[in-house]
């Protein structure tokens, strides 16, 4: 796997380079031999840790990055262990942002409110704790409307053109279907309704009122009971994956991150999804008065910088988060796949010129023009909060309770935390 | 009746109470109603063994199929195109040799501790009245009863003060000293009569070779329960190695599978379940070969005469 | 039956007594140490700081100060606790039963010579030895409310109207039972096969001479030779269904926790009060409260067990 991706990096690095000259301002780097470590996780499938330590190692000769990999499911929790026994890497990647609060709460992460951040980076508040920057955004996913032109096109349905909202949505999925495959899939997870709740009809997830989700819980409810789309009980006992169903056509269209651009083009090329057209538009709006700059959802992935990391190296560490943020790198990450936390024209080019990719100007649009809202805000009561709100998502598609009644109890529970 | 002891056993002979035959006593109809018995009998185990492994056998087919082919909708049992290259891929790309050897290492080595260590214990708690035994006793079956997710990060780091993590003989400490053998060699050890270790006594035997030289071949079925369940526990164990285990020289087989998988681009679950068949072969032929112990155990009446 | 050193027909004096107390100390000890070593330094520290833990408000970095028995108030008012120690109880009351019959049935039924007993115990082991991703994707197929095989046979059955079972309220938890049980049988097998290997043979023999039949035989020899088993299987599994995690966390619907949060347990509220939302303190109270409960249900089955052997 790993000599697939190294002439890929071998490439984008050169093309860095010739680039880098007009780099930002970034922490004077000492001149002596440094090595720092930075926590990873799956190097092979995930380019990016080690495609960002070649990068700035080439503008800094006497700088050695050293990429440290981790078990992703369990990334969190080793990284926990290890920072607790005091043999965690310099530089912490930040897999989750619902844990940040609990790595600055344990005293583990530097302030690194000094780094300078280019401006238009999104996601550089969801590490602001108290105020305090905590952690550097490099990468950004947001949610996106895949979907496949060749079934839009034999069922004769229009593209989604930028300008949908939920009802455009729901009017497709009822069309696009056949008895051969469904309109669209959504997935068990409860960001795929919830998600676009909050970002999209004002929603507060700690304000323990959640009557804004009934209207998105009550369409899906109406496009299962059609048979639109499958149910979420079938769903849960099937346990079918979504690359599995968009990418073998058993579903039209499918809401998901932008991470699953790479995959979907990986496995077309691979053979292990079906050869067929695609593209990806923004997601359906609530109304048509923000199809300028689509409302959306999505966390950022950044860096944090060990709080134990020793003296002499902590310029060099905040030089390498400057480096990560920095319009070079966006393009190097942009070169493999990865939505930059920065995106620009010039990294948008460089996205879409990856093979496989899609090519149309709706797609370039999705990419680049959304107002991207977190999915997990930065609090310590993020994860308690989403734990109940994952109870009341069962609830209401299991059909074990109202729409009304889930949200009744939900606001109870959160209310006696 | 003994029916190991007879000469020309017959084919279907039993010694449980429940699916017994009658007897000499028994006349020939009853005998050819304890036939008609045992054929259903074994009709009914077989189906009841199919349907034991329709999970390992969805595991074991799903190994050969696409990677995007094992979960849909509706479900398919069989795959369209038989993906073999899976177990050649798992063989060729990754340390399997080396992770083979590791597990084998710790599985033996802590299944050896264990039943040592266990028995040994076992033998003062059950044959051994003293004050505090079983206060003690009830701290070491305390310990069972705390998860252990409840306490691994303070373990992790109190064994990374020690300089521990990153090897094997920390997985080997975790594990070797558990409370469950010695639990389960106390309970078996208070079914052996006390007669034959006061007759040990008077011929002068000392404590410790009462232990190893009556207490340890009368439990040989206890032993060889321990011993199986010891072994399969640590070489299933997924997250001990997990966390402790982090340069690639020292991975287990779980480790090693869970973490090709992970990284495999294209395959994904059906790659997953290739290395979960692999790595259950090896345990269930051990399973297999141990199991023997449950019925050629020793009879406590063979050595009071 | 089990002291052994002590010579009844003595009557020792005071002194003497007091010697051999220490003299069976010291040589109990001798046997406990090797193990003891290990198990003390390993396990034992980090249990019993464990209880400090659970007196504090410490993050999982150790992080927070020393604040008494707040936590423990706090859990007795918490929903989610009450709910998950509930269906705790829920769970063990149904789970620890069935396994013993089904266990103990299938030992009894395997420790014979019949042809093949080797395969069939291998296939009675091999639901514990399984992966348990394989068991939930495909018992989650099995137990589906409207295409899954259990309901089709319940409605060719007559019973119009099957349970949801995972995704239902009512019936998640039983489905759960019936899965566990049917996953841990082939542990508790193997203990109970071994264990009936030290019944003596010759009871049977006289139980038949005088006439007893199979369930006779079953109630007055097996079941009294089998008392120390029953014992170690009993608390053991006790224990384990106090303690359950793994199987309800992947058998939840879509990683959700079930309607209502029926299937959640006391270890699932301990991990996700440590690990998700990084309140060791309270977890650790929590972790606390499940091991008094072991406890006390160990030591009253310890006692009961003593009395019947006397």
């Known amino acids: 796997?790993?000599?697939?991706?190294?002439?890929?990096?071998?490439?984008?690095?050169?093309?860095?380079?010739?680039?880098?000259?007009?780099?930002?301002?970034?922490?004077?780097?000492?001149?002596?031999?440094?090595?720092?470590?930075?926590?990873?996780?799956?190097?092979?499938?995930?380019?990016?840790?080690?495609?960002?330590?070649?990068?700035?190692?080439?503008?800094?000769?006497?700088?050695?990055?050293?990429?440290?990999?981790?078990?992703?499911?369990?990334?969190?929790?080793?990284?926990?262990?290890?920072?607790?026994?005091?043999?965690?890497?310099?530089?912490?990647?930040?897999?989750?942002?619902?844990?940040?609060?609990?790595?600055?709460?344990?005293?583990?992460?530097?302030?690194?409110s000094d780094v300078k951040l280019p401006d238009g980076i999104s996601g550089a508040d969801s590490y602001k704790v108290n105020g305090t920057q905590y952690a550097v955004p490099y990468r950004q996913d947001s949610w996106v409307l895949y979907y496949n032109k060749d079934l839009f096109d034999a069922a004769g349905v229009a593209y989604p053109d930028g300008s949908w909202t939920w009802d455009d949505y729901d009017n497709a999925a009822a069309k696009l279907t056949t008895s051969d495959h469904f309109g669209t899939y959504e997935h068990r997870w409860q960001s795929v309704t919830q998600g676009f709740a909050n970002a999209q009809f004002g929603g507060d997830i700690f304000s323990g009122d959640y009557s804004y989700m009934a209207d998105l819980y009550n369409r899906r409810l109406a496009r299962e009971a059609a048979g639109d789309q499958i149910d979420f009980a079938t769903s849960s006992a099937n346990s079918p994956s979504y690359q599995g169903e968009f990418g073998k056509q058993h579903a039209a269209m499918l809401p998901m991150g932008s991470w699953y651009v790479a995959t979907l083009i990986s496995q077309q090329a691979s053979g292990d999804a079906d050869k067929f057209n695609w593209g990806f538009a923004p997601i359906p709006q609530r109304s048509s008065s923000t199809v300028a700059n689509p409302v959306t959802f999505g966390d950022p992935t950044g860096f944090g910088i060990n709080a134990a990391i020793s003296a002499d190296k902590v310029a060099t560490a905040k030089a390498f988060l400057a480096y990560a943020a920095s319009a070079d790198a966006a393009k190097l990450l942009a070169g493999v796949g990865i939505t930059p936390a920065l995106t620009s024209d010039e990294v948008a080019t460089v996205y879409f010129a990856v093979k496989g990719a899609p090519t149309d100007d709706v797609s370039k649009f999705a990419w680049s023009t959304h107002d991207t809202k977190p999915e997990n805000p930065t609090s310590d009561k993020t994860a308690a909060v989403q734990s109940i709100l994952g109870t009341m998502h069962t609830e209401i598609l299991t059909k074990a309770k109202t729409v009304e009644q889930a949200i009744k109890d939900a606001a109870a529970a959160v209310a006696a935390l | 009746m003994a029916v190991t002891q007879l000469g020309g056993t017959p084919p279907v002979t039993s010694e449980s109470p429940l699916v017994g035959d009658r007897g000499p006593r028994a006349d020939r109809d009853s005998r050819g109603f304890a036939r008609a018995r045992r054929i259903i009998a074994s009709i009914l185990l077989i189906a009841f063994a199919l349907a034991l492994l329709i999970p390992f056998f969805w595991m074991v087919v799903s190994s050969l199929k696409g990677p995007n082919e094992v979960f849909s909708i509706p479900v398919r049992w069989l795959p369209d195109t038989w993906h073999w290259e899976h177990y050649v891929e798992l063989w060729t790309?990754?340390?399997?040799?080396?992770?083979?050897?590791?597990?084998?290492?710790?599985?033996?080595?802590?299944?050896?501790?264990?039943?040592?260590?266990?028995?040994?214990?076992?033998?003062?708690?059950?044959?051994?009245?003293?004050?505090?035994?079983?206060?003690?006793?009830?701290?070491?079956?305390?310990?069972?009863?705390?998860?252990?997710?409840?306490?691994?990060?303070?373990?992790?780091?109190?064994?990374?003060?020690?300089?521990?993590?990153?090897?094997?003989?920390?997985?080997?400490?975790?594990?070797?000293?558990?409370?469950?053998?010695?639990?389960?060699?106390?309970?078996?050890?208070?079914?052996?009569?006390?007669?034959?270790?006061?007759?040990?006594?008077?011929?002068?035997?000392?404590e410790y070779s009462i232990w190893a030289r009556i207490m340890l071949p009368l439990s040989v079925p206890a032993l060889a329960a321990l011993a199986l369940l010891t072994f399969v526990n640590t070489w299933n164990d997924y997250l001990g190695p997990l966390l402790y285990l982090r340069s690639r020289e020292n991975w287990t087989v779980q480790l090693g599978l869970k973490n090709f998988v992970a990284n495999n681009i294209t395959a994904d679950y059906s790659m997953l379940f290739t290395g979960l068949t692999i790595s259950v072969i090896p345990i269930a032929v051990i399973f297999m070969l141990g199991q023997r112990f449950f019925i050629e155990g020793i009879a406590t009446s063979g050595l009071k005469g | 039956m089990t002291s052994a050193i002590a010579d009844p027909a003595r009557t020792p004096t005071r002194r003497r007594r007091s010697k051999l107390a220490l003299r069976n100390t010291l040589l109990g000890w001798s046997f406990i140490l090797p193990n003891f070593l290990g198990f003390g330094i390993i396990t034992l520290v980090p249990v019993v700081t464990l209880f400090y833990i659970a007196l504090t408000n410490f993050n999982i970095f150790g992080k927070g100060n020393f604040i008494g028995v707040g936590n423990f108030t706090k859990l007795v008012a918490d929903p989610l606790f009450q709910r998950s120690l509930l269906n705790t109880f829920y769970y063990s009351v149904m789970h620890v039963p069935l396994t013993i019959v089904v266990s103990l049935g299938l030992a009894l039924l395997l420790n014979t010579k019949i042809r093949g007993v080797a395969f069939f115990r291998t296939a009675a082991f091999f639901p514990y030895i399984t992966s348990i991703v394989a068991i939930a994707l495909v018992w989650n197929l099995l137990f589906s409310p409207d295409a899954g095989p259990i309901n089709e046979v319940l409605r060719f059955l007559g019973i119009a109207n099957p349970p949801g079972w995972l995704t239902s309220q009512d019936w998640a938890m039983p489905a759960v039972v019936i899965i566990s049980t049917w996953r841990d049988m082939g542990f508790y097998m193997i203990l109970f096969l071994a264990g009936l290997q030290a019944v003596p043979r010759e009871l049977y023999e006289a139980a038949r001479v005088d006439g007893a039949n199979v369930v006779q035989r079953f109630f007055n020899v097996t079941l009294p030779g089998l008392r120390p088993t029953m014992f170690l299987v009993t608390v053991l599994l006790t224990i384990a269904s106090f303690k359950v995690f793994d199987l309800i966390i992947v058998l939840s619907p879509g990683g959700n926790a079930a309607p209502n949060a029926a299937t959640v347990v006391l270890s699932q509220f301990i991990y996700q009060k440590g690990f998700v939302e990084a309140k060791f303190g309270y977890a650790s109270s929590g972790a606390v409260v499940l091991f008094f409960l072991c406890i006390t249900a160990t030591i009253i089955q310890f006692l009961i067990n003593k009395r019947r052997s006397v």
């Not at chain 1, 050293?66 to 043999?87: H, I, Q």
């Not at chain 1, 310099?90 to 005293?107: A, N, R």
Request: proline share 5%; with cysteine.
């Open chain 1, 1 to 112: 796997m790993k000599r697939r991706i190294a002439p890929a990096i071998g490439l984008a690095v050169a093309a860095s380079l010739t680039l880098a000259a007009c780099g930002a301002a970034e922490p004077a780097v000492p001149d002596g031999p440094v090595t720092i470590t930075v926590s990873g996780w799956s190097l092979a499938t995930t380019p990016e840790f080690q495609l960002l330590a070649d990068g700035f190692e080439a503008l800094h000769s006497n700088v050695t990055v050293k990429v440290v990999e981790y078990d992703a499911a369990e990334y969190n929790t080793l990284v926990t262990a290890d920072l607790g026994a005091g043999s965690a890497p310099d530089i912490i990647t930040q897999k989750e942002v619902k844990y940040v609060p609990v790595f600055v709460d344990g005293g583990q992460l530097l302030d690194v």
């Open chain 2, 93 to 206: 790309d990754t340390g399997m040799g080396t992770w083979l050897r590791n597990t084998i290492i710790l599985s033996t080595v802590v299944t050896f501790l264990q039943v040592l260590t266990g028995s040994f214990a076992a033998y003062g708690f059950a044959k051994v009245r003293f004050p505090g035994r079983d206060v003690l006793f009830l701290v070491y079956l305390g310990t069972i009863a705390v998860p252990w997710q409840s306490y691994m990060i303070p373990q992790y780091i109190m064994l990374a003060q020690a300089h521990l993590t990153n090897t094997l003989l920390a997985l080997v400490v975790l594990q070797a000293f558990g409370a469950f053998g010695v639990f389960l060699m106390k309970q078996f050890f208070e079914t052996i009569p006390e007669e034959l270790s006061e007759a040990a006594r008077l011929d002068g035997l000392s």
